[in-house]
């Protein structure tokens, strides 16, 4: 079985700038998380979709991030801009219908300069 | 808030020992919890987890306790290997049962394993 698909595995931004990461879930799996993972840290919730709906983004940051999920199979994560406190991994995983473990991507490093 | 945490940052072992990464959370109404390994460049990957309704968990070389009473569980890695090395990170289902990729993180346990 495929795992979790990321691209681009890493990314260099000056800080200002925009950046967008996609995910392609196992197949089947209807629920979808994106996690920041800041360098040191234990990986934080950003938001969850439920197909193409969003189940939870209180922990996201509006104001410049934003993801989407249109067609409830792979998804996009941006922002837009960025700042240098963005410099993370962002991790993108995906669970099945019967909503047990999720499974992780490999993450795209995000550098901000 | 709520907050799942670790008390050690490292944990440096020969090959051959037995580990044990522990872990504090302080929500009293966690219910589900589980163990992740992360190797340098890859995604979290499930080692184990466990209910509130149980004390103990095992696996292949690994046990998990959960002490309810001052909320607290361990990760016990027995014989532990050179490809354990990585970091541990115990995780809290905050959503009620449901949603199991809805997690709280800790900070994570960084396990050398040394030949």
């Known amino acids: 079985e495929a795992g979790v698909a990321q691209s681009p595995r890493y990314k260099i931004i000056e800080k200002r700038q925009s950046v967008a990461f996609w995910c392609n879930p196992i197949?089947?799996?209807?629920?979808l998380y994106w996690y920041q993972q800041i360098l040191g840290q234990g990986p934080k919730l950003l938001i969850q979709?439920?197909?193409?709906?969003?189940?939870?983004d209180s922990q996201l940051p509006k104001d410049r991030f934003s993801a989407e999920r249109l067609k409830g199979v792979d998804s996009t994560l941006k922002i837009q801009p960025a700042k240098l406190e963005d410099s993370a991994v962002y991790l993108c995983a995906s669970s099945p219908p019967q909503n047990t473990e999720a499974f992780f991507g490999q993450g795209t490093r995000l550098t901000v300069v | 808030g709520e907050s799942v945490g670790l008390h050690l940052p490292t944990l440096s072992v020969q090959e051959g020992d037995n580990s044990i990464i522990n872990c504090a959370y302080s929500?009293?109404?966690?219910?589900?919890f589980i163990w992740y390994k992360q190797e340098s460049g890859k995604g979290p990957q499930f080692i184990i987890d466990i209910r509130s309704n149980m004390d103990k968990r095992q696996g292949q070389r690994v046990t998990v306790l959960l002490n309810k009473t001052v909320k607290h569980l361990s990760l016990q890695i027995a014989a532990t290997q050179p490809g354990d090395s990585a970091v541990y990170f115990c995780?809290?289902?905050?959503?009620?049962?449901?949603?199991?990729?809805?997690?709280?993180f800790g900070q994570g346990t960084i396990l050398t394993v040394h030949p």
């Open positions: 979709f439920q197909n193409n709906g969003v189940v939870d």
């Open positions: 995780a809290d289902n905050n959503a009620g049962g449901t949603s199991y990729g809805k997690l709280t």
């Open positions: 197949s089947g799996h209807a629920t």
């Open positions: 929500n009293s109404a966690s219910d589900y």
